[in-house]
């Protein structure tokens, strides 16, 4: 099985994510937003299977430090212009696999999405 994970490197989250599948034998393919952006199409995808407020990162520093203006009542499209301009407003990591997509990283919800035995 390979996937793609999506995110930024010198995320804490995306290393535990990245070192969770090294340890599982996981291929993937990462995409780097600071490198390769972020793709509205695929945010729109993402938002369509996950939600708004699962892909949409509203808790982190840079959405926090945008305007107010900015961050007032975002709608999906607005959001993906957002997440667009500003790739560390995305919830990280974003993993697309063959069974669908994951959101964040927990351990558990990765093992019985990817078909891995705990630990």
């Not at 999506?6 to 291929?27: M, S, Y």
């Not at 939600?51 to 982190?60: D, M, S, T």
């Not at 919830?91 to 351990?107: D, N, Q, S, T, Y």
């Amino acid at each position: 099985m390979t996937l793609t994970m999506f995110g930024i490197p010198n995320c804490d989250t995306v290393k535990k994510a990245r070192t969770w599948l090294d340890q599982h034998e996981i291929a993937y393919v990462f995409h780097d937003y600071k490198e390769s952006g972020a793709d509205p199409a695929k945010l729109q995808a993402w938002i369509a299977a996950a939600g708004l407020e699962k892909v949409l990162n509203r808790a982190g520093t840079t959405f926090r430090k945008l305007p107010e203006a900015d961050k007032a009542d975002l709608d999906a499209a607005g959001a993906v212009r957002l997440m667009a301009e500003h790739p560390s407003t995305i919830k990280r990591p974003i993993v697309e696999h063959p069974g669908g997509l994951l959101v964040g990283f927990k351990a558990d919800e990765w093992g019985d999405a990817l078909g891995c035995l705990p630990g």
